[in-house]
């Protein structure tokens, strides 16, 4: 793929605003699309084109990336209610890269429907948070053709670091899936104990330090500390705004659910996780980055 790829990009959240501006950055060709118009006026200031409706894509678009919140979203913009669907729009051989975390049966279905119109399609979901997504340092996990993935590359490693393809359709999302419910009960286990430690009349940091050298050491600890005052960098240390919605976590924990019911598999501790998400979800706003659940184990950490 030449740099001159004409690229449309559809969600200008929290991860898709810093994943379109490191497009532009690298001199692709970028038009871009959000409801939010504060959002495209941003990419806009950063050298990217605008367009009001899915129904004016640029002549010549060859490829589509969205990073929406939610299946719901993902469907209809390409196959919905929303301006009647891209995929009759797009010509035969373009290729789309959905980076949204949906159900790998919505990525399935995504997949068939737009071979229908001779397009090809890519389940890409990401891993790294906003902090990757603003370093290019994203996880890009893909599922679908080796062809495509190959094609897809190096617009993804424009975005991303680690470029893995998991699969065939869909299992980009099961692996992500698997990933994210692993991390909502990391998420969950290190912020009671933390709070446990500092119930005891630990400092978190010094505690922090302590486990993240020992045997409860993980991703959480090391770049993502639910703790106010730990890392400066984590969304606890900006009062949980900007990062991943505790709501996001919330919907990707029923999608473990649902997969596990799917085939049989048992997932105790994810169950748990999601329980405990349901319950900071009730009693706190779902804006809130997912560490906030440590508010759960040390009431009025989250002001
Ligand atoms: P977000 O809510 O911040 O952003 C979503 C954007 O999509 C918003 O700007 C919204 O206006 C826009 N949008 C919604 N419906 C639309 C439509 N029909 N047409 C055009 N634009 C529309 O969410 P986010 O945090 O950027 O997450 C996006 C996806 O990435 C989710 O699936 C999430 O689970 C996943 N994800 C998020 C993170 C993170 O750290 N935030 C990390 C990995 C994966």
């Known amino acids: ?5 004409k690229i449309v990009f559809i969600g200008l959240g ?16 970028v038009t871009v699309f959000d409801l939010n118009q504060e959002a495209v006026a941003n990419l806009v200031a950063q050298g990217a084109n605008q367009i009001d409706s899915l129904s004016e894509l640029p002549e010549n678009t060859q490829l589509v990336i969205s990073m929406l919140p939610a299946g719901a979203h993902v469907r209809n913009v390409y196959l919905g209610e929303q301006d009647n669907g891209l995929f009759p729009k797009l010509a035969s051989g373009s290729l789309v890269i959905d980076c949204s ?3 790998a049966t919505d990525a399935r279905e995504l997949a068939e429907a737009a071979a229908k119109h001779g397009i090809a399609f890519l389940d890409a979901p990401v891993s790294g948070g906003t902090a990757g997504a603003a370093a290019g340092t994203l996880s890009f996990i893909v599922g679908g053709s080796a062809e495509d993935f190959e094609r897809a590359k190096p617009v993804l490693e424009a975005m991303g670091k680690n470029i893995f393809h998991a699969g065939s359709h ?3 999302q099961v692996a992500k899936i698997c990933n994210n419910m692993l991390l909502g009960i990391l998420m969950a286990g290190t912020s ?39 890392m400066e960098n984590a969304p606890a240390g900006r009062g949980y705004q900007n990062g991943f ?3 996001l976590m919330l919907k990707d924990l029923n999608l473990a659910r649902s997969l596990a019911e799917s085939c049989g598999s048992d997932t105790p501790m994810g169950e748990q996780a999601l329980a405990q998400y349901n319950r900071f979800v009730e009693t706190h706003e779902g804006q809130l980055d997912f560490s906030a659940i440590i508010d759960l184990y040390e009431p009025g950490l989250v002001k």
């Open 170 to 172: 869909g299992a980009g």
């Open 192 to 230: 009671e104990a933390i709070a446990l430690g500092v119930k005891n009349g630990l400092d978190a940091k010094v505690l922090s330090d302590i486990m993240s050298k020992s045997s409860g050491g993980n991703w959480v600890l090391n770049v993502y500390n639910p703790y106010p005052g730990v």
């Open 14 to 29: 929290n991860m898709g605003a810093p994943m379109a501006a490191n497009l532009v950055k690298k001199g692709f060709d």
């Open 1 to 5: 793929m030449s740099e001159k790829i």
């Open 245 to 247: 919605m505790a709501a």
């Open 101 to 103: 975390t949906i159900a």
